[in-house]
């Protein structure tokens, strides 16, 4: 066995370069990046083609429903069925990339129309499948904390690669940022292919340890080989998604997963908050740029700088939000997140001072930003209580959430915007609505001991 032995086994199998590659990858930053940096530049080339409409015919063209809807769940299936990560995910990433060059020479409107469907199917693989990889690695009371770091590229996918799409449209034409793209996903292929996947690595790694097995036995001739299994391992940390002297999970059918996840309450209110968390996240996507522009007479540049500076304070959100949710427990970061994020909802229509709009949108973007970690971890601890509900599943579920939030919020804000004089407040209002029914279900619903029970049964026992 030893002869046979990977190069690099410990770091490449380790949580920090797990953690790395999902930052990089599942969506978070070069799926995202992958989607956003080319919102700037698509109208642009539409009237290059010369069509007209441009603006239907890109908000139709983002549309990500319906690929969301009919990858995530054989996908989710397939790698659970198959107890696989690291071949579903070079999969997604070779499509990416073949998606990216098919929209970058695409001659038409139908071909640009059949690459995002490609690249829907792929980024729906990355999301489940990189984040299911996460989970099985790094151990139970880690996963918060490592999963808010991975979500740190969420940040750069939706705020900071706009903006760089329209410098590299600018300053190299079309194909600029469709280029930058095609790097990053090749930088993260060569990463996932060197990744190990934690339950090949700890074969060699319990077999190779020397405090495994005793001293007599390693000084005799033949040399015995003894069963992984049998070796009293000692001060192992074990991996969320591997628990030692357990069998392999139950398998089930499909429809049979479903019925679970859907008759547990805390499922189905978790993956209500990440479609109100994708509404409110989104719903600006179309309407800041317009608002910038009507109230304050900004041009493309200075809407740019503004995703920029708003950026700054949610890169530490998503990790903090991690290591509190590990230490305190889900229920009581996600809560004040939602809670926190409600009053910056009514300051965003103040029109009086830029300065109070700007850090009134730097502030809600740091609470809303703050919950994907805790939303991602309590959706993890769903899954080990729940016997035959794998990662894969719980996060396609995941998936599946966002992209109906993710359509829903741009498309409805997008017509309320254009269709009424106090589109604006209307849109405002419709955010912190949305986030007072997230504070209601985060407090009944949300963690092992929710918030809700603990004062209930503290009332009883007075």
């Not at 046979?4 to 999902?22: A, E, Y």
């Not at 070796?231 to 069998?247: D, T």
């Not at 805790?374 to 894969?392: K, N, Q």
Request: hydrophobic residues 50%; glycine residues 8%; contains cysteine.
């Amino acid at each position: 066995m030893n002869g046979n032995k990977p190069w690099g086994l410990q770091w490449r199998s380790s949580i920090w370069f797990v953690t790395l590659g999902d930052a990089l990858h599942t969506g978070i930053a070069t799926d995202l990046t992958v989607y956003s940096i080319i919102i700037p530049v698509i109208p642009f080339q539409l009237q290059h083609l010369g069509y007209h409409s441009v603006s239907s015919l890109t908000a139709w063209l983002l549309f990500s429903f319906v690929k969301i809807f009919t990858a995530t769940p054989p996908i989710s299936w397939l790698s659970e069925r198959y107890n696989s990560r690291r071949f579903p995910l070079l999969c997604g990433l070779g499509a990416l990339i073949g998606s990216i060059i098919l929209f970058m020479e695409a001659p038409n409107y139908a071909v640009m129309v059949l690459a995002r469907v490609l690249q829907g199917i792929s980024s729906s693989t990355i999301w489940i499948v990189g984040l299911a990889l996460l989970c099985d690695t790094v151990p139970e009371k880690r996963v918060g904390q490592q999963l808010g770091l991975a979500a740190m590229g969420f940040t750069f996918g939706v705020i900071c690669a706009p903006p760089i799409g329209g410098a590299l449209f600018q300053r190299f034409g079309f194909r600029g940022p469709f280029i930058f793209d095609i790097i990053i996903a090749f930088v993260d292929l060569v990463g996932r292919l060197l990744v190990i996947e934690k339950k090949d690595a700890s074969k060699w790694e319990i077999a190779d340890s020397p405090s495994d097995v005793p001293s007599e036995t390693q000084n005799k001739e033949p040399k015995i080989d003894i069963p992984p299994t049998e070796l009293p391992v000692q001060n192992i940390e074990a991996p969320s998604g591997i628990m030692e002297g357990v069998e392999e999970p139950t398998r089930v059918s499909s429809m049979k997963v479903l019925k679970l996840m859907l008759q547990s309450s805390r499922t189905t209110a978790g993956l209500t908050i990440v479609v109100i968390y994708a509404i409110a996240f989104t719903m600006f996507e179309p309407t800041l740029p317009l608002r910038l522009q009507d109230v304050w007479n900004f041009d493309s540049s200075k809407v740019g700088l503004v995703y920029l500076v708003c950026a700054g304070p949610t890169i530490i959100s998503s990790p903090l939000s991690g290591w509190i949710a590990d230490r305190f427990g889900v229920e009581w970061i996600t809560v004040m997140s939602v809670f926190l994020a409600i009053p910056w909802y009514f300051v965003l229509f103040i029109k009086s001072r830029l300065a109070l709009f700007l850090v009134a949108l730097a502030m809600s973007n740091f609470f809303l930003s703050s919950l994907i970690s805790p939303l991602m971890s309590e959706l993890a601890s769903i899954t080990r209580a729940i016997d035959g509900v794998g990662y894969a599943h719980i996060y396609g579920a995941f998936n599946l959430a966002f992209g109906v939030g993710s359509t829903v919020g741009p498309l409805t804000a997008g017509q309320i915007y254009d269709h009424s004089k106090s589109g604006w407040l209307i849109i405002c209002c419709i955010g912190a609505g949305l986030m007072c029914f997230a504070l209601v279900l985060s407090v009944i619903f949300t963690g092992e001991k929710p918030l809700w029970i603990r004062y209930y049964r503290r009332s009883i026992s007075l």
